[in-house]
């Protein structure tokens, strides 16, 4: 392939750079992305022990132009950064290796003694959606600005709400769960049968009817409920958790075979009461009146700017110069 077919994408979108007037620093360096691979291929990590689960997850952090694209605006380390605030720094040193290595593989050393700085259990997990969810915590307490921090919340965390309903007297409770990954447990099964990543999700959102024994209705005090879980909104990334490890046998993997597709369309896997609901706050006329500027009107606001658009009817009978 000629070196020209790789099109460079700035990883940082021009908009979010003007948006950064909050004390960030303006973006250093950006990684190069080719549409489909990178400048010099793709560049293994190196296993520093039972490291595997750990890079795996870094190749993903380093695939994410979304993530990377928040890690090039932490800017140089200063002096004054601590041992244990260099993770974010190492990570961009790390994936800006892996950019220009010539090599098959780059050892990952320097994040991985950052983790043990920070005495994270990285090592010691098998389950790739807690070692997820360590190093993503680590990383949003050690970069540099808040604002950068919410922005990588933001791009991995799911907002959801699980609703409550009283099956005897409709109580509602909501309660906000976020999450940074869905969690679809992964079962045996005696038929054999194969899952599908669409049906197993479908089935994680639908209504359940179950038992509140510990936390029954406040209202009548009936335990008979009906959960459901629903989208508040969609994150930029969103991940979902096989949860391959047997609930009767935690050491057990299952190795049940579940499919899932090359692009993921939560419109045609979800009813639309699970995923995020499009709220409009109409304005009516009478509301649009409250602004003449009598402030015992409920708003008690006052209009200063009034935009009139010529209507279709009057465009249709006079047409203005062009
Ligand atoms: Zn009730």
């Not at 380093?62 to 800017?75: E, P, S, V």
């Not at 200063?78 to 994936?95: I, K, M, T």
Request: glycine share 4%.
């Amino acid at each position: 392939m000629e070196e020209d077919s790789y099109a460079e994408i700035q990883v940082l979108e021009t908009e979010e750079a003007a948006q950064d007037d909050l004390g960030v620093q303006p973006p250093s360096k950006c990684l190069s992305y080719s549409t489909g691979r990178f400048r010099n291929g793709a560049t293994g990590l190196c296993n520093i022990g039972p490291t595997s689960c750990l890079n795996s997850l870094l190749q993903t952090l380093y695939m994410n132009k979304d993530f990377t694209g928040i890690l090039c605006r932490i800017g140089d380390p200063d002096d004054n950064v601590r041992p244990d605030g260099q993770l974010p720094y190492e990570l961009l040193a790390l994936f800006e290796a892996m950019q220009n290595s010539k090599e098959d593989a780059v050892s990952p050393y320097q994040v991985l003694h950052c983790l043990q700085i920070l005495r994270a259990t990285v090592f010691a997990q098998n389950d790739v959606a807690e070692v997820f969810s360590t190093l993503l915590s680590l990383l949003l307490q050690t970069v540099p600005s808040p604002h950068l921090a919410e922005k990588m919340r933001a791009l991995y965390t799911i907002p959801m709400e699980e609703c409550v309903m009283c099956q005897r007297c409709s109580q509602q409770r909501i309660t906000h769960k976020d999450r940074i990954a869905i969690p679809l447990q992964i079962s045996h099964s005696k038929f054999h049968r194969n899952l599908t990543l669409e049906r197993t999700l479908f089935r994680y959102f639908r209504s359940q009817e179950t038992y509140e024994d510990r936390n029954p209705c406040p209202k009548c005090e009936c335990s008979r409920v009906v959960k459901m879980t629903h989208l508040r909104s969609l994150p930029r990334t969103f991940s979902i958790h096989l949860k391959r490890l047997s609930r009767k046998n935690p050491l057990q993997k299952v190795n049940r075979t579940v499919s899932f597709p090359l692009v993921l369309d939560l419109l045609e896997v979800l009813d639309s009461e699970h995923l995020p609901r499009k709220e409009y706050s109409l304005v009516s006329w009478d509301d649009v009146k409250c602004t003449y500027g009598n402030t015992t009107f409920r708003w008690g606001l006052t209009a200063c700017l009034l935009v009139y658009v010529q209507s279709e009817a009057a465009t249709s009978d006079t047409k203005p110069p062009l």
